[in-house]
């Protein structure tokens, strides 16, 4: 159903996600209706169709339909205060959209939330930062910190300073880019419990691609569910 759901304006995608079944949550649909995507695609006369786009450096800004299916798996740990990190942020559109569901509108709670966007391309963070700045509630959410982008190896995951447990780990883990297997480190900074959503390389050596969700429960004990075939560029080192 996903070529039915392009539309005319960022109301109209979104309500034709929700209607086709590609969102299936009132929050998530709601999340993405408050991030503009125009304000994240190079081409402004294709920001509203469900398909990706290239924008630059071997990257794409994904399909819609791909980043509502990784918010809806992620949505049980997407609350107020959750920490969350989306690596390959590449335009910054997904993680403006997490951000909503962290940190919904209203007035501010004592909960420390915080969502980071982690780039390998210094130019794909930078690009993030201008694009989310588009909106005055995104240059808000980055203005004291609650949501930041950066800089570093995606496969490493991205370790604070903590202060606490409440600055420790992340909630939740979304990847934007194939790894070519579940990073240790990556599964070490989940929460107890977290959830990460990740694609990954299957190991046949045909270079096919599948979605991984994978749980880390209360107890710390982490269990995987192949979800479905996919096809992502590779999560890897910045260009030398």
């Keep these: 159903m996903a070529w039915r759901s392009s539309g005319h304006s960022n109301a109209e995608l979104i309500e034709n996600l929700f209607k086709n079944g590609l969102i299936t949550t009132e929050r998530v649909r709601d999340a993405f209706k408050k991030v503009d995507r125009a304000h994240y695609t190079p081409h402004q006369y294709a920001a509203y169709e469900d398909s990706p786009q290239s924008i630059g450096h071997s990257a794409t800004i994904s399909a819609p339909h791909m980043h ?60 993030g ?8 509630r995104g240059e808000d959410l980055m203005s004291d910190g609650r949501v930041e982008f950066v800089v570093g ?11 606490g447990e409440k600055d420790a780990g992340w909630d939740a883990i979304h990847v934007g880019a194939a790894a070519k297997e579940a990073h240790k480190a990556l599964i070490d900074q989940l929460r107890s419990p977290g959830r990460m959503f990740i694609p990954i390389e299957d190991k046949d050596g045909f270079g096919d691609q599948y979605i991984w969700v994978i749980d880390k429960d209360e107890k710390g004990e982490v269990k995987y569910k192949r979800e479905y075939a996919v096809r992502y560029v590779p999560l890897c080192d910045a260009p030398k």
């Design 129 to 136: 930062e201008i694009n989310m700045a588009k909106s005055e």
């Design 68 to 127: 509502a299916s990784a918010t809806e798996s992620l949505l049980p740990f997407l609350r107020p205060g959750s920490r969350v990190l989306d690596i390959g942020s590449g335009s910054g559109y997904l993680t403006a959209v997490l951000a909503e569901l962290v940190f919904p509108a209203g007035p501010r709670t004592e909960d420390a939330g915080r969502v980071v966007g982690l780039e390998h391309i210094r130019e794909l963070k930078e690009l």
């Design 153 to 163: 190896d995606g496969r490493k995951g991205w370790v604070e300073e903590a202060k």
